[in-house]
Nanobody, 132 residues
Framework: QVPLVESGGGLVQAGAPLRLSCVPS?????????MGWFRQAPGKEREFVAG????????YYSDSVKGRFTISRDNAKNTVYLQMHSLKPEDTAVYYC????????????????????????WGQGTQVTVSS
C-alpha cells in the first residue's frame, strides 16, 4: 500500500490555478512529519518544489515556483496542499508528495528539505499538464 496519495492533477491552460492534495493511506498519520512536494518532468530528474514543517511554522520553495505556489497543511484533516497559481507549460510534470521524519532530525533546514533521501514515504504522483 502506497503511504501517501496525491490528487488534484489535471490538464489546465497556462495562467490557470490548480490545487493538489496529499493524504496518507488508511490508518496512517503524518502530522508529526515535515512534508514536501517534488516534481519530475519528462526526461528530467525529480526536483524539489516546496516543503513545510510539521507545525507549519516554516515553508520552503524552489526559486522556480516561489511567489506562484503555496504549500500548506491541515493537520486536523491530515492533508497537505500545494496551491499553484500562474501555471506555466514548464510546470508540466508528475507531482509527488513525500513525508520527512523531522522528529528524528531529518529536513532540518531548507537545504535538507530539498534532498530526496531525507524523505521516508512517497506517493505515486499526480500528473499536471499545462498547455500554452
Amino acid at each position: 500500500q502506497v503511504p501517501l496519495v496525491e490528487s488534484g492533477g489535471g490538464l489546465v491552460q497556462a495562467g490557470a490555478p490548480l490545487r493538489l492534495s496529499c493524504v496518507p493511506s488508511t490508518g496512517r498519520t503524518f502530522n508529526t512529519y515535515a512534508m514536501g512536494w517534488f516534481r519530475q518532468a519528462p526526461g528530467k530528474e525529480r526536483e524539489f518544489v516546496a516543503g513545510i514543517t510539521s507545525k507549519s511554522d516554516n515553508t520552503y520553495y524552489s526559486d522556480s515556483v516561489k511567489g506562484r505556489f503555496t504549500i500548506s497543511r491541515d493537520n486536523a484533516k491530515n492533508t497537505v496542499y500545494l496551491q499553484m497559481h500562474s501555471l506555466k507549460p514548464e510546470d508540466t510534470a508528475v507531482y509527488y508528495c513525500a513525508a520527512c521524519d523531522s522528529s528524528r532530525g531529518y529536513c532540518a533546514n531548507h537545504y535538507y528539505f530539498g534532498l530526496e533521501n531525507e524523505y521516508t514515504y512517497w506517493g505515486q504522483g499526480t500528473q499536471v499538464t499545462v498547455s500554452s
